[in-house]
T-cell receptor, first 110, second 111 residues
Framework: EADIYQTPRYLVIGTGKKITLECSQTMGHDKMYWYQQDPGMELHLIHY???????EKGDLSSESTVSRIRTEHFPLTLESARPSHTSQYLCASSVGLFYTFGSGTRLTVV | RKEVEQDPGPFNVPEGATVAFNCTYS??????FFWYRQDCRKEPKLLMS???SGNEDGRFTAQLNRASQYISLLIRDSKLSDSATYLC????????????FGKGTHLIIQP
């Protein structure tokens, strides 16, 4: 049973559309993260949060933005999707260095 | 040089065999090491931590060699269900907790 949920699981959307990828966790973790992973490649950290109202950019530059208004919710938004945003987006939360990942959103921008 | 390097494979191994693969890391100050397992099109899941003294969990053994800056994962009596990509993860500093993920080693267990 998943304790961290991502929706949608798959999303195909046209260029220029605004999208929000949802991530929620029920574990009460303060730390949450967004990673981007292309097929066969490593995960890259794009955003993280240490708690409510805390957001930071990760190691990989991204045009997306995030918000953390509630502990359990960490949505990622792309204001204007482009084909270069096509990728898998994985949300995670952690206690210490032990991470739990959501099942991911596979985004395709056409 | 990449912070975390792994042989991407694939490693094709017959069922029941023992398989081992390594991961090298570049930051000598790294303190924490993990192996994650990622099935095709799924999320990574923590397999085991790697302690300085080594770590064994059933058929899986992980070891750390600080002098040579690598960690290893050994799988004994491999099962078909062990087929997956194994990600080496190192705490190397940087954003958030400083976890850096390797690209992974793809393992295929053949009947």
């Amino acid at each position: 049973e998943a304790d961290i949920y991502q929706t949608p699981r798959y999303l195909v959307i046209g260029t220029g559309k605004k999208i929000t990828l949802e991530c929620s966790q029920t574990m009460g973790h303060d730390k949450m993260y967004w990673y981007q992973q292309d097929p066969g490649m490593e995960l890259h950290l794009i955003h993280y949060s240490y708690g409510v109202n805390s957001t930071e950019k990760g190691d990989l530059s991204s045009e997306s933005t995030v918000s953390r208004i509630r502990t359990e919710h960490f949505p990622l938004t792309l204001e204007s999707a482009r084909p270069s945003h096509t990728s898998q987006y994985l949300c995670a939360s952690s206690v210490g260095l032990f991470y739990t990942f959501g099942s991911g959103t596979r985004l395709t921008v056409v | 040089r990449k912070e975390v390097e792994q042989d991407p494979g694939p490693f094709n191994v017959p069922e029941g065999a023992t398989v081992a693969f390594n991961c090298t890391y570049s930051n000598s100050a790294s303190q924490s090491f993990f192996w994650y397992r990622q099935d095709c099109r799924k999320e990574p899941k923590l397999l085991m931590s790697v302690y300085s003294s080594g770590n064994e969990d059933g058929r899986f053994t992980a070891q750390l060699n600080r002098a040579s800056q690598y960690i290893s994962l050994l799988i004994r009596d491999s099962k078909l269900s062990d087929s997956a990509t194994y990600l080496c993860v190192v705490n190397s500093g940087g954003g958030a907790d400083g976890l850096t993920f390797g690209k992974g080693t793809h393992l295929i267990i053949q009947p």
